[in-house]
């Protein structure tokens, strides 16, 4: 059964940066899409990166695009989420996930992914 576990998260401040990362067992994340998702509380769980697992095109939602960056490195089994510019309003679980399915990617739709990870918890504050 294949396993995501994220890490990465934590506490920091307005304007500073984390590095998420999502490790992988079981799956061979070479083959599969995968995106980063988050859920504040009291809000939807929203697909904000996605990388394809046909030629790694990515995709951002419009609220984090120019400010965070996903990237693979298949020889760790690993996907990241390299998180700058942080906001307060970029408080959230932030989860990972992976499909077999091609083409998906680019709508980065949660109800496309079905292996989830735990989460990591995010918090932007002073």
């Known amino acids: 059964q294949g396993q995501l576990v994220e890490s990465g998260g934590g506490l920091v401040q307005p304007g500073g940066s984390l590095s998420l990362s999502c490790a992988a067992s079981?799956?061979?994340?070479?083959?599969?899409?995968v995106g980063w998702f988050r859920q504040a509380p009291g809000k939807e769980r929203e697909g904000i990166s996605c990388?394809?697992?046909?030629?790694?095109?990515?995709s951002y939602a419009a609220s984090v695009k120019g400010r965070f960056t996903i990237s693979r490195d298949n020889a760790k089994n690993t996907v990241y989420l390299q998180l700058n510019d942080l906001r307060p309003e970029d408080t959230a679980v932030y989860y990972c996930?992976?499909?077999?399915?091609?083409?998906?990617?680019?709508?980065?739709?949660?109800?496309?992914?079905?292996?989830w990870g735990q989460g990591t918890q995010v918090t932007v504050s002073s």
């Open positions: 079981g799956l061979t994340l070479d083959y599969y899409a």
């Open positions: 996930a992976a499909d077999p399915a091609l083409y998906i990617a680019t709508s980065c739709f949660v109800y496309e992914y079905n292996y």
């Open positions: 990388i394809s697992n046909d030629d790694d095109s990515t």
